[in-house]
């Protein structure tokens, strides 16, 4: 493991967040914590706001980890104690597609959630709610270094050239 590496993986649902954070977690042999693993529970519920705030300042006590997920009313507690962040910034109708077409057993939530239109319209909505705030959080903490994805092929280049410089054939 690399000790003190603090990496969040933040955007829009259904940009691949994920799936780009299981990738490095391996890469990085890191712990990964999945947002939305600790959020939902197996019964379509949720945690209550202040245990799920509890949770992540447990995670962030830790030396190092990848926290996966954005979760708008705590991603400036994680930016402000991270040292690296990815940034999903893909297009909307990229997201859309993702959440659409998306694998509804996932290992990485307690629970099986179909798309709906909150959901859908949180994804419209996101350019112009959710993605200022992070931007002016980015400004705001300019010790973490931003690394921002606009395509799946950024994605899969900057995983390689990863996968390259840890001599890693995965």
Known sequence: MIQ??????????????????????????LPLYNLDNIYWLPDTSHLPRHAFKK????????????????????????IKRCRLAYFFDMPTEVCLNGVLT?????????????????????????????KPKILHLFE??????????????????YLEALRREYGLNI
């Open 4 to 29: 003190e590496t603090k990496i969040i993986v933040i955007g829009c649902s259904g940009g691949g967040k994920s799936t780009f954070s299981k990738q490095l977690a391996a890469i990085l042999n």
């Open 55 to 78: 949770r992540q300042r447990q995670i962030m006590k830790e030396n190092g980890w990848i926290i996966d997920g954005n979760y708008s009313h705590t991603v400036g507690y994680r």
């Open 102 to 130: 998306r694998n509804r057993k996932r290992d990485d939530i307690a629970c099986e959630l179909e798309p709906n239109e909150e959901l859908l319209d949180a994804i419209r909505a996101f350019p112009f709610t959710v």
């Open 140 to 157: 705001k903490y300019p010790k973490v270094k931003v690394i921002t994805f606009h395509s799946h092929e950024e994605v899969n280049a």
